[in-house]
């Protein structure tokens, strides 16, 4: 089976792109191959695969059959040239850094992202001599300001954003960023997933993922992925051989048994979203709601042109009360779960504050965007009356 652009995209979550050296047998489901070294039939076996005539599985840390298999399907997901999986979304966007940037060059990101993701650019690689800029979603002043600075290599966005769930206009700042001669554009796409957008038919260089969320779905492993044009995946394979961050076999092969699901799935998370949205911009407990097809959202147009009307499983919502009604919301909840991540199975909500913003001060919070009383809802396949039954108890109580 070749890769068909014109597939749908539930097809190709289940069948992804053709059938790989992995699964020799005719299997269905892709055979895990534990291995961690394989025999080489010949010298001559060996110096022509170097020179790139035909695939060889020498050592785990390079490939594995498994984890090709699912970075071949998930390249069919993106319509994507390659992709590359590694242990986990950080690894993967450490990977993408540290390929596409040297000591003295710029990144710019923006920074109403996955907080880990902006400690990464403005702490980690700062040591590395690697100078960083964030900027607003919403601001192209700024960012145009910021693609501006000298040695400017590299531009950082998520769709949408974490945890406000803002839409930036992504094309355009991929042509802003293309503009500027050098400047690569790496998309998180994490909460869109490939459902709602491939940011690559935009013009993107590099999209991400964590994709221990919504392309695997069910909480049970970690793992991010990284696709592009195969020159530049040739560079970041070469950095994540070294690196040894590459993902293991059997999450590979988790992980493409939850990308068979993946357009259901996303699907009927998205209409349960946008529902207890809906629900919850109406509860006079409730503040503010950030959702992107609710009316007043700052996205609303841009979720129709890029995300195909759907917002997403991902929603936030701050309550009257601050920090105090938001902490008693997460303890009252039976149902809907109090923990990190999002994009599986099960519906979870957190605290911000008290999660990945944990160690600033609240006036350092709210500089962020960060209200004490916000609060994140990963919504997961329940169903969605049995959701809003928790919700509203747990709001209503006292």
Not at 146 to 163: D, G, I, K, Y
């Amino acid at each position: 089976m070749t890769y068909n652009a014109r597939r749908s995209m539930e097809t190709r979550a289940v069948h992804g792109a053709r059938t790989s050296g992995a699964n020799p047998w005719g299997a269905v489901a892709t055979p895990i191959v534990l291995s961690n070294t394989h025999v080489i039939e010949s010298s001559a076996a060996l110096e022509t695969a170097r020179r790139g005539e035909h695939e060889l599985w020498e050592y785990g840390r390079y490939a594995n059959p498994t984890v090709a298999a699912a970075e071949e399907h998930i390249a069919a997901l993106e319509g994507a040239e390659r992709s590359l999986l590694f242990s986990s979304g950080m690894a993967a966007l450490a990977g993408a850094a540290l390929s596409l940037l040297r000591p003295g060059q710029h990144v710019v990101w923006v920074r109403d992202c996955y907080r880990p993701s902006g400690q990464l650019f403005s702490r980690v690689l700062a040591d590395w001599g690697i100078r960083s800029t964030g900027v607003d979603a919403l601001d192209s002043a700024a960012l145009e300001a910021a693609l501006s600075v000298e040695q400017t290599r590299l531009l950082f966005v998520e769709l949408p954003t974490n945890p406000r769930v803002l839409v930036p206009d992504v094309p355009a700042m991929i042509a802003m960023a293309h503009a500027r001669r050098g400047v690569k554009v790496l998309v998180d796409a994490t909460l869109a997933s490939p459902v709602l957008a491939t940011p690559l038919s935009w013009g993107a260089d590099l999209v991400m993922h964590s994709a221990t969320k919504f392309l695997a779905g069910h909480n049970d492993l970690l793992a991010g992925v990284l696709s592009g044009r195969a020159a530049l995946m040739e560079l970041v394979e070469e950095r994540r051989s070294l690196l040894g961050s590459v993902l293991d076999p059997h999450a590979a092969y988790l992980l493409m048994r939850g990308m068979k699901t993946l357009g259901v799935r996303v699907d009927a998370q998205c209409r349960s979203a946008s529902e207890l949205a809906r629900r919850l911009a109406e509860h006079p407990r409730v503040d503010r709601v950030w959702y992107p097809t609710l009316a007043g959202h700052p996205g609303v147009t841009l979720t129709e042109t890029l995300l195909g009307g759907r917002g997403g499983a991902v929603l936030a919502f701050a309550l009257r009360g601050g920090e105090v009604a938001a902490r008693l919301v997460v303890d009252r909840v039976r149902l809907v779960r109090h923990a990190a991540s999002l994009g599986g199975t099960e519906t979870l909500i957190q605290q911000p504050s008290l999660f990945s913003y944990a160690d600033l001060s609240e006036e350092e919070r709210r500089a962020e965007g960060i209200d004490d009383g916000l609060l994140r809802l990963s919504v997961g396949l329940e169903h969605v009356e049995d959701l809003w039954q928790d919700l509203t108890q747990a709001l209503d109580e006292g």
